[in-house]
T-cell receptor, first 112, second 109 residues
Framework: ETGVTQSPTHLIKTRGQQVTLRCSSQSGHNTVSWYQQALGQGPQFIFQYYREEENGRGNFPPRFSGLQFPNYSSELNVNALELDDSALYLC???????????FGPGTRLTVT | GIQVEQSPPDLILQEGANSTLRCNFSDSVNNLQWFHQNPWGQLINLFYIPSGTKQNGRLSATTVATERYSLLYISSSQTTDSGVYFCAVDMEYGNKLVFGAGTILRVKS
């Protein structure tokens, strides 16, 4: 079990609503990355935060946004939820930019 | 962008059998990781192996970076090995992992 935690575990939202997912990185890790995993697919990179700054973004629209706090925990915010946003959202932390990533248990989001 | 292909897509084994999973990637990489995803969705780190060979118990992995492939070997498989195995690579300095589609492994007792 990694030291990466995510909350909540499960979430059900209605189309058009907004959601905030949270991630606590492993102790000593300053880099957090977020991934979206649709059913039956591999995870897809959303964005990464390094020392509180966004450090790269995947092919996701601006309604996906994030934050990293001074303690290196992170939030993923999704506005104007769509049905296709239903997925497992995974957070990963690493000691630095080029290091091994460790994943949290994920948040399963269902949009109805 | 970089392409990551895993084979086979599905694999059914009898308990005790050995298997080899393959990961091909289309460009040079800085990082390569193998993961096992359990039925609850947790990605478990197996190997961090941008090049060379590593072993951990019944599992071992080899990455030949110059030929752009990696292999994951599972020996004496157990039912608890069932799940999805992912290969993920990072071609930039920054660990923005690109995942393959995975190999679904089912081990029967």
């Amino acid at each position: 079990e990694t030291g990466v935690t995510q909350s909540p575990t499960h979430l059900i939202k209605t189309r058009g609503q907004q959601v905030t997912l949270r991630c606590s990185s492993q102790s000593g890790h300053n880099t957090v990355s977020w991934y979206q995993q649709a059913l039956g697919q591999g995870p897809q990179f959303i964005f990464q935060y390094y020392r509180e700054e966004e450090n790269g973004r995947g092919n996701f629209p601006p309604r996906f946004s994030g934050l990293q706090f001074p303690n290196y925990s992170s939030e993923l915010n999704v506005n104007a939820l769509e049905l296709d946003d239903s997925a497992l959202y995974l957070c990963a932390s690493s000691p630095g930019l080029a290091d091994e990533q460790y994943f949290g248990p994920g948040t399963r989001l269902t949009v109805t | 962008g970089i392409q990551v292909e895993q084979s086979p897509p599905d694999l059914i084994l009898q308990e005790g059998a050995n298997s080899t999973l393959r990961c091909n990637f289309s460009d040079s990489v800085n990082n390569l990781q193998w993961f096992h995803q359990n039925p609850w969705g947790q990605l478990i780190n197996l190997f961090y192996i941008p090049s060379g060979t590593k072993q951990n118990g019944r599992l071992s992995a080899t990455t030949v970076a110059t030929e752009r492939y990696s292999l994951l070997y599972i020996s004496s498989s157990q039912t608890t090995d069932s799940g999805v195995y992912f290969c993920a690579v990072d071609m930039e300095y920054g660990n923005k992992l690109v995942f393959g589609a995975g190999t679904i492994l089912r081990v029967k007792s």
